[in-house]
């Protein structure tokens, strides 16, 4: 017979681990600071009946924050101080009211919890619900909380997501940079600036000449020179007082923007399909597979341990599972476990029970 904490400290043990319960009560047999991340989607406030009950149909939506607040704390307590914890929460309406939940629990956990929010991602889901109302729109995202405990040093692999650059080609002698910026473009712009002084030509003629040589020996995928009198638009502003970048090119009168040579970052809006394949008979909210995958390798290390404690259909411990990642997923509902168990078959699947969530059926 194992335990959780058995699971947890066996690294040998890589197949997914479900717990059935409420996540509050099976949250509590949880060490402190054991888990590397945590992605989940609680049910929204009065959008659903599960199976197995829990929260979302609260008489108030202050009573299903609090519930849902309380869940939260655990959630902070058992997660390691290098984590991060992944919250994709959708609002509601209550008398024609938007309530704003997903925003209301963010502000409380900041407030009240000592969670620190890095990033609210929009879940752009290129698609809305057939909408029926004639006095307002149809919506079609949902926020994704990005919450860590401490502001330096959590465990983030902004390498695991870069968009690979293009690369650089030489067209008529020229070297072209990855989106298509020349040298004989910008020496013609330094020329024809009618603010430059003649040294000031001269450097910025013999910067760009360095600049491109890097791009030549594949140190720099792409920049942007940006000249004093080139009509160009100035980035962060002309204020000398506001931008070191206004700085730079008065007293140079030039100066360059350098593009990551591994790429670069993902933005905080991510088109995704919702999922309507999985399990739609038995569940109706599951997770798409994309929403999960970005959290786990950005933020969750090769071997460490994911957790959802609102798990379903066990979308997050089956992409954890194909990433390499160890998980432990937790719900209410015995029949939604059953769909995630089939779903993480090739895996294989542990299986702690109530009471004290030891291994078996
Ligand atoms: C929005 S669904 C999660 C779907 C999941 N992301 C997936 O991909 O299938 C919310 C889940 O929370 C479960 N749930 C509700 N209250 C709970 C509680 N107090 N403890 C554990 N699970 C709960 C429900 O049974 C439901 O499966």
Not at 33 to 53: A, E
Not at 117 to 141: F, I
């Amino acid at each position: 017979m194992i335990t959780v904490n058995d699971y947890i400290n066996d690294k040998n043990l890589t197949a997914p681990c479900f717990l059935c319960g409420d996540a509050l009560r099976v949250l509590a047999y949880l060490p402190d600071n054991c888990i590397d991340c945590v992605i989940t989607s609680p049910p929204y406030y009065m959008k659903r009946q599960y199976l197995g009950g829990g929260i979302g149909l609260e008489a108030t939506y202050q009573e299903y924050i609090d519930n849902l607040l309380a869940i939260v704390k655990e959630i902070y307590r058992v997660m390691k101080s290098t984590g991060s914890f992944w919250l994709n929460i959708g609002d509601s309406y209550k008398n024609k009211q938007l309530l704003n939940i997903p925003y209301r629990v963010a502000i409380r956990m900041q407030d009240e919890q000592n969670w620190i929010l890095r990033n609210t991602v929009v879940w752009d889901k290129m698609k809305g619900a057939m909408t029926q109302s004639k006095d307002s729109l149809g919506c079609e995202y949902e926020p994704m909380f990005h919450f860590v405990k401490k502001k330096k040093g959590y465990y983030y692999d902004s390498d695991a997501v870069r968009k690979k650059p293009r690369s650089t080609y030489v067209e008529n002698g020229a070297v072209v940079s990855a989106t298509g910026v020349s040298g004989v473009r910008y020496r013609r712009k330094i020329e024809l600036s009618t603010e430059l002084t003649e040294e000031q030509r001269r450097n910025a003629c013999q910067a760009l000449d360095n600049v491109l040589d890097r791009i030549k020996k594949g140190e720099l995928s792409d920049f942007r020179m940006v000249i004093k009198g080139a009509n160009q638009r100035v980035t962060n502003g002309d204020t000398v007082n506001l931008s070191g970048r206004a700085k730079e090119l008065q007293e140079k009168g030039f100066y360059f923007l350098y593009y990551n040579p591994d790429g670069s970052m993902i933005s905080d809006v991510w088109q995704i399909i919702p999922e309507d394949t999985q399990g739609r008979k038995l569940h109706f909210a599951p997770f798409p597979e994309d929403l999960v995958k970005t959290p786990i390798v950005l933020t969750c290390p090769p071997e460490g341990i994911v957790l959802d404690p609102f798990v379903g259909t066990g979308t997050t411990s089956y992409v954890a599972a194909q990433l390499k990642r160890r998980s432990i997923g937790i719900d209410m509902a015995q029949e939604y476990l059953e769909l995630a168990e089939n779903r993480c078959a090739e895996y294989g699947c542990l299986y702690c029970r109530p009471p004290e969530f030891t291994l078996g059926k």
